[in-house]
């Protein structure tokens, strides 16, 4: 019941709130998300999770383009699915336009409270502290660097590859987790 991108904001905002209702609660980690092909619902929650963690609009699209890898193929922040997202996500912020803002009045409106967002910030990020000087509609400060962190220790594998986008090559460093 979860569906992507613009539309999925628009009419299933409900069962967006109940995913983040989940990732509040400390008890749950960890979490792995994904979907069927890790590219659009599994993106949309990954997207909003990082608005709401302060990743900027250009990192949150550089994740968009590595769901790259998935069954559906190249994806391209130009395409009318990634901007009519982050048209929704901005729409929630009237007065500045941010991702930030939109996505935490965007929760705020679906009924997520403000202790859960904070609880998401501080799994994530070790940080207590609002992003926002007084209310989430103010932002007057550079966007933050989301840092992951594991309880366990893990190990990557990396290899190298390339995938053609729009008549010119990317290099991309992909991972596996074992």
């Not at 069927?36 to 990743?55: K, M, P, Y």
């Not at 660097?145 to 594998?157: H, N, S």
Request: proline content about 7%; aromatic content about 12%.
């Amino acid at each position: 019941g979860l569906y992507p991108y613009q539309y999925g904001l628009q009419n299933y905002g409900d069962q967006y709130r109940d995913v983040f209702k989940e990732i509040a609660k400390p008890e749950n980690y960890p979490i792995i998300c994904h979907c069927r092909a890790g590219a659009d619902r599994a993106g949309t929650v990954s997207a909003l999770l990082e608005a709401i963690l302060g990743c900027s609009e250009r990192q949150m699209g550089e994740d968009y383009q590595w769901t790259s890898l998935s069954v559906y193929g190249i994806r391209d922040t130009a395409s009318p699915l990634w901007q009519g997202l982050i048209s929704e996500i901005k729409s929630y912020d009237p007065k500045n336009r941010t991702v930030l803002a939109g996505a935490w009045n965007y929760f705020l409106d679906k009924g997520l409270t403000f202790d859960e967002l904070m609880a998401i910030r501080k799994l994530f990020l070790n940080d207590g502290r609002p992003p926002f000087p007084d209310t989430p509609i103010v932002i007057n400060r550079p966007p933050l660097i989301v840092r992951y962190t594991t309880k366990t220790p893990f190990f990557m594998l990396f290899t190298t590859t390339a995938i053609t986008i729009k008549k010119e090559t990317k290099r991309i460093e992909m991972f596996d987790l074992c």
